[in-house]
C-alpha cells in the first residue's frame, strides 16, 4: 500500500502540523492556563485527528479509507464540536453554568448517538472509490430512510451544537463590554465559519452541492477559521505566551495562508493542463478514426471502444468484451473528462471522455493512477516546500525578530523587575531609534526620578526612626511597671475582696453541716432494732464492692425493679436507682426477711436514706474545704508561708485525696490511670500542695478530647527528690504561648472562664517549696512533671 498523494493532502497535513504544534504548545503550559482556556486543548486535539484522518483519505487509494472517515473523522468532528461548545460558553466568563451543564449532557447524548447511527449504517453501505472526493468511501446515497439518516446524523447534529453555541456567544456578547466583547466577536466569527461547513456538508450528502466545491470552501474556510482561533487565543490575558511565540504564530500562520493559497492555484492550473493533454490525446485518436485507421495510434489511452458496434479498438488492460454491455450503462460525458471505476480496484478507477468518430459512439479511458502518481509528486514538492518554509523561519528567527524586538523587550522587562525587587540603580541600555528605544529611554529616566525620592524619603524614615524607637522603649518600661503595679494592686484587692466575701458563707456552710450532723445523726448510742441492724448490714455488704460491666448493670437493675415492685414498695425504680449508685445490685436470700414485713422495709428506707443523706454531706463538706484553700492560696500567692510552719508531708496521700474529691465528677469519657511508687515524704503545706494537684488534675481533665480522654498520673522518688507526673492527650498547647503560660493573668480563655492565675499560683507553690515545674506539649500530649526535695534531704 503506497501512499499517492491526492491535491487536498497538502491542505490537510499543514492543517494537522499547526493544530499539532499549537496543542503541544498549550499543553505544555497546561498548569499556567485558567481552567476556561484549557478547553481549548480538546478542540487542538479534535482538529488534529480531524486533518489527519482527512490526510490519510486522500493520501492513499485504499478501501481502508472508508474505516478512517466513518470511524475517525465523523467521530473527531462530533468531539469538536461538543468541545467547542464547552470553551464558548466558558470563553471569558462561564456567565451561563446551568444553561452550560444541560447542553454538554444534551449535545454529549447526541453525539454519541450520530456517532453510533453513522458507525452502525457503514456496515449497510458498500465502499466505492467516489469520483468526486478521489478516495475510497462508504457509498453516499441510498433509498433506504435509515441508511439517509445515518449519512446525514453527523452534519445534522453538529449543525444543531453548532446553534445552541451561537445563541449562548451572541447572549455573552451582549453582557460583555471592552476587550472580552471584541474577542467574542472573534470567536462567534469562528463558530459561524464551522457551522457553515457543517451546512454544507448537509447540501453535499443531499446532492445539492458537488464534491469539488465543497471540498474547496472546506479546506480555505479551515485556515481562515484556525487563524482566527489562534488571533483569538493569543489575544487573550489567560494564555501565557511570548512575543517571540506570538510573532512565529503570527508568521506561521501567514506563511501556511500563502502556501495555501498558492497551491489552490496550482492544482487548479495542474488539473487544466491534465485535463487539456486528455484533451488532445481524444482529439488525436478522434481524427485518425476518421481517416479510417482501425486501431489507432494512442500515448495515454488504456482503452478505445466503440460503443456502438460493442468492440475494443484499443484494449491495453484485457478488458472481456461481454462487460462492454456494463460500460455501456454509464453516463456518457462529451464535453470533460471524468472519474469512472471499472472495478472496486485502484487499477479499475479511469479517466474517461465519450466522442463521436464516422456516426460512431466512441469511449476513451485514460489510467486514473498515473494522473495521481504525478499529483503526488507535486504535493510533496510542496510539503517540503512548506518543511524547509517553516525551517527557514526558525533559522532566520534570531536574525529577523530575536535581536531587534525580542531582546530589547527582555532586558527591559530584566530591568522592570530588578526595580520591583528594590534594584533603583537598574539601567537599561536599548541603542535602537524605535518605540522599544523610546520606552526603555523613558524607562531610565523614571528610575532615576524615583531613586532620587526614595534617597530622601529613607532618610527622613530614618531619623523619624530613631525619635520614634526611643520613645517605645521610654514607654515599653513606664507600660511594663504600671502594669506590674496594677496588677499587684488588682491581686490584693481580689484577695481581700474574696476573702471577705466568701469566707464568710463557707463559714456558714460548715456550721450547717455540722448542725445537721449533731441533729440528725447524734453520737449518742441509740440502741437499734433488729431490721435497722440487718439494713445496715446490708448496706455495709455493698460499701466496697466494684460495680459491674455496663452489659450486665441495666440487667440487673430491672431484676432488682422487679424484686422491689414484687415487695409491693411505692416508686420502686428511685428505690433501684439509689440502690445502684451505693453499688447494691443485688439482694442476697439472707436479707429477704428485711422486705418481707412493712417494717422491714421502712427500716431498710430509713436507713439507706442516712447513709445518702451522710455522703452528700461528705461531698458539700468536702468542696467547702476545697473552696477554703483556694481563699487561702489566693490570699497568699504572694506570701511564703514561714519554714517552721511546714510538716512532713504524703505526696501519695495528697494526690489520692485530690482525685477522691474529683471521682464523683469524672466524665465516663476521661480514662483515668493513676500509678504511684512509694510514698515520697516532703516538707511544706498540705493545703498549698493540695491546690497544686487539683489545679493540674483540673486543667488536664479541661483539655481532654470529647472522646477516648486519657489523664496519666505517676508518683515516684529518684535520690533526694520526688517526681510527679500529670499527662493528658489534649490538643496541647501551642508553641508561641507556651513561655507565657505561668505569667499572673494569662489565659486562654473566653471571658468570664479563668483569671490566669492557676498555674502562676502552681509555680509560685512550687518554688516555695524549694522545688521546679517543667512542661512540654505537643497536639496528643501535655506533660507537666513537677520535682520536689524529699523530706530527709
Known sequence: ????????????????????????????????????????????????????????????????????????????????????????????KDLFPRWRIWSLRIQTGLAVTAGVCNGIGFFFRKIRFDPKMEFYVPLQSSDNSLIQFSILSIA???????????????????????????????????????????????????????????????????????????LVSLNQDTVPSTVGFKI????????????????????????????????????????????????????????????????????????????????????????????????????????????????????????????????HQTVVWLIITLLFSIFTIFMLYPLLHKTSIVFPLTRLLSGIRRMQSGDLFVSVEVSSKDEIGELSKSFNEMISIVREARFQLEQKIEERTVSLNNTILELRDTQEQLLHAERMSTLGKIAASVAHEINNPLAAIKGSIQFIKDSQFSEEKVELSKLEILADELIDAFKNKKRSEVTSRFKRKRELTTFFRSKQIQDPISLADTCFDFHIEEIPTNFYELFESKEGIEAFQTRLNEHVIRFHLGIIETAVERASKIVFALKHHSYSGPKESQKILSLREGIESVLSMYSKSWKPHVELVWKGEGDPKVLGHADELVQVWTNLVYNSYQACPSEKGRISISLKESGTDAYISIEDNGKGIPEEILPRIFEPFFTTKELGMGTGLGLSIVQKIIENHQGKIQVESRPGKTLFTITLPLANT
Open 1 to 92: 500500500m503506497v501512499p499517492t498523494l491526492n491535491l487536498y493532502s497538502f491542505f490537510y497535513f499543514g492543517l494537522s502540523l499547526v493544530s499539532g504544534i499549537a496543542y503541544i504548545y498549550f499543553r505544555s503550559r497546561k498548569e499556567d492556563l485558567t481552567p476556561s482556556f484549557r478547553g481549548l486543548l480538546i478542540p487542538l486535539l479534535s482538529l488534529f485527528f480531524w486533518s489527519i484522518a482527512w490526510s490519510i483519505c486522500n493520501s492513499f487509494l485504499h478501501h481502508f479509507t472508508a474505516y478512517v472517515f466513518v470511524f475517525l473523522k465523523n467521530p473527531a468532528i462530533l468531539v469538536l464540536g461538543v468541545s467547542t461548545a464547552e470553551l464558548a460558553f466558558r470563553f471569558q
Open 156 to 230: 445534522i447534529v453538529l449543525c444543531l451544537i453548532l446553534v445552541n453555541t451561537l445563541a449562548a456567544l451572541f447572549a455573552k456578547y451582549k453582557i460583555l463590554d471592552g476587550i472580552k466583547k471584541k474577542a467574542t466577536g472573534g470567536f462567534i466569527l469562528a463558530i459561524i465559519g464551522i457551522l457553515s461547513l457543517a451546512f454544507a456538508d448537509i447540501l453535499v450528502d443531499l446532492n445539492y452541492v458537488s464534491k469539488p466545491t465543497y471540498l474547496f470552501i472546506l479546506t480555505n474556510l479551515t485556515i481562515i477559521i484556525m487563524t482566527i482561533l489562534v
Open 248 to 375: 512565529m504564530t503570527f508568521n506561521l500562520t501567514i506563511l501556511y495562508l500563502i502556501l495555501s493559497i498558492v497551491a489552490n492555484f496550482l492544482f487548479n492550473r495542474f488539473r487544466i493542463d491534465i485535463q487539456n493533454e486528455m484533451s488532445r490525446e481524444k482529439h488525436n485518436i478522434k481524427t485518425q478514426l476518421e481517416l479510417g485507421t482501425m486501431y489507432p495510434f494512442v500515448y495515454l489511452s488504456d482503452l478505445v471502444v466503440d460503443i456502438q458496434d460493442q468492440n475494443f479498438r484499443i484494449n491495453k488492460i484485457g478488458y472481456a468484451k461481454n462487460q462492454i454491455e456494463s460500460i455501456n450503462t454509464r453516463t456518457p460525458s462529451y464535453e470533460t473528462f471524468k472519474v469512472d471505476t471499472f472495478s472496486n480496484d485502484p487499477s479499475g478507477i479511469y479517466w474517461t471522455s465519450d466522442f463521436f468518430a464516422k456516426n460512431h459512439h466512441f469511449l476513451i479511458a485514460i489510467p486514473y493512477i498515473e494522473y495521481r502518481e504525478k499529483v
